[in-house]
């Protein structure tokens, strides 16, 4: 089993509509919780990261964590087509961090 | 904020050669920093962390004397290829924590260093 799972993808929505996307880990003890953004041939980008149960909200993002089904999710309102890119979720257990294979969004306009 | 620079972005070598692959925290101190490899359509994957004055701590299946890391200074961290071979290209991304955070907070990356093994 890996330590964080996404659904690759590809997703595609509509500009100005709710993109969500999805992350599991496997490790109880993980501590805190990240999404990343990383267009094609650059380097992962922090986009917010979140440590306790619920919701935090940065702009037009928000992160959902739920510790007890260790799942953690990112909400993307009114999505424009520069958020085309691959998401990475990354898990800190508390030795090292794991990163999913990312979810592949589309901003179609 | 805090910057992470990575050199060269981009490098083409023949098989056999070696590459140094520098990274650099431009604006703070880094005691660690932690090289990935990212195979296209993949996760990042932890190769090895970085340890300033002491050495190199390597994942598993990541071998030590193939993958040269030294820590030379708090600002610097640099990652040989020895002997290069195709399979060997990758995307090689650097990333240090912030300072204070004991690694527990989020990674600045560098923008990462496109191997290309002919």
């Known amino acids: 089993q890996k330590e964080v799972e996404q659904n690759s993808g590809p997703l595609s929505v509509p500009e100005g509509a709710i993109a969500s996307l999805n992350c599991t880990y496997s490790d109880r003890g993980s501590q805190s919780f990240f999404w990343y953004r990383q267009y094609s041939g650059k380097s992962p980008e922090l986009i917010m990261f979140i440590y306790s149960n619920g919701d935090k909200e940065d702009g037009r993002f928000t992160a959902q964590l739920n510790k007890a089904s260790q799942y953690v999710s990112l909400l993307i309102r009114d999505s424009q087509p520069s958020d085309s890119a691959t998401y990475l979720c990354?898990?800190?257990?508390?030795?090292?961090?794991?990163f999913g294979t990312g979810t592949s969004l589309t901003v179609i306009p | 904020g805090a910057v992470v620079s990575q050199h060269p972005s981009r490098v083409i070598c023949k098989s056999g050669t070696s590459v140094k692959i520098e990274c650099r925290s431009l604006d703070f101190q880094a005691t660690t920093m932690f090289w990935y490899r990212q195979f296209p359509k993949q996760s990042l994957m932890l190769m090895a962390t970085?340890?300033?004055?002491?050495?190199?701590?390597?994942e598993q299946g990541v071998e030590k004397d193939k993958f040269l890391i030294n820590h030379a200074s708090l600002t610097l961290s640099t990652l040989t290829v020895t002997s290069a071979h195709p399979e060997d290209s990758s995307f090689y991304i650097c990333s240090a924590p912030p300072p204070g955070t004991g690694g527990t907070d989020t990674q600045y990356f560098g923008p990462g260093t496109r191997l290309t093994v002919l």
């Open positions: 990354a898990v800190f257990t508390g030795n090292q961090f794991y």
């Open positions: 970085s340890n300033e004055g002491s050495k190199a701590t390597y």
